[in-house]
């Protein structure tokens, strides 16, 4: 029986190596196809192209420094442009901001307007109600409420 259980647990670990190994070579292989073509490269893309997991590719070492090092070529640090904004946008930017604290400033004004009016609603409904029902909200006698 442990004859048995040991070429199981062999068979098992050569065929995990084997599919491990096809992996390897499909996500290098998307790998260069991905260099080839001058598309970015990121392990999203090596991924897609190898068909393999995002997973696989950040547990290999070798594959992840590999995706690092071409991704950092690819995208070189940016450089800052020093850019002029013309006085035209100064004040362009100044009259739009005034006009958004404006209309800040009216609608709070309108949401105080709309409570109150909800409020008066409010005690309309609860007056008409009571007119309705034809009682005061009064129990005129403890007995009954029992």
Same mark, same amino acid.
């Given at each position: 029986?442990?004859?048995?259980?040991?070429?199981?647990? @062999?068979?098992?670990?050569?065929?995990?190596?084997?599919? /491990?190994?096809?992996?390897?070579?499909?996500?290098?292989?998307?790998?260069?196809?991905?260099?080839?073509?001058?598309? #970015?490269?990121?392990?999203?893309?090596?991924?897609?192209? @190898? @068909?393999?997991?995002?997973?696989?590719?950040?547990?290999?070492?070798?594959?992840?420094?590999?995706?690092?090092?071409? /991704?950092?070529?690819?995208?070189?640090? #940016? &450089?800052?442009?020093?850019?002029?904004?013309?006085?035209?946008?100064?004040?362009?930017?100044?009259?739009?901001?005034?006009?958004?604290?404006?209309?800040?400033?009216?609608?709070?004004?309108?949401?105080?307007?709309?409570?109150?009016?909800? *409020?008066?609603?409010?005690?309309?409904?609860?007056?008409?109600? &009571?007119? &309705?029902? *034809?009682?005061?909200?009064?129990?005129?006698?403890?007995?009954? &409420?029992?």
């Amino acid at each position: 029986m442990s004859d048995l259980h040991a070429q199981r647990v @062999g068979n098992l670990t050569r065929a995990a190596q084997a599919k /491990r190994h096809a992996a390897i070579i499909r996500a290098e292989a998307g790998l260069r196809t991905l260099i080839k073509s001058n598309a #970015p490269v990121n392990f999203r893309s090596v991924a897609k192209a @190898g @068909g393999v997991s995002l997973d696989f590719l950040y547990r290999n070492d070798e594959l992840r420094r590999r995706i690092e090092q071409l /991704r950092a070529q690819q995208n070189p640090a #940016p &450089t800052r442009v020093q850019t002029t904004v013309p006085a035209e946008a100064n004040s362009v930017v100044a009259s739009l901001t005034a006009r958004l604290r404006e209309a800040h400033v009216e609608n709070l004004d309108l949401r105080a307007q709309l409570a109150v009016a909800h *409020g008066a609603l409010l005690a309309l409904r609860r007056a008409s109600s &009571t007119l &309705t029902n *034809g009682n005061s909200g009064l129990v005129a006698d403890a007995s009954s &409420t029992r």
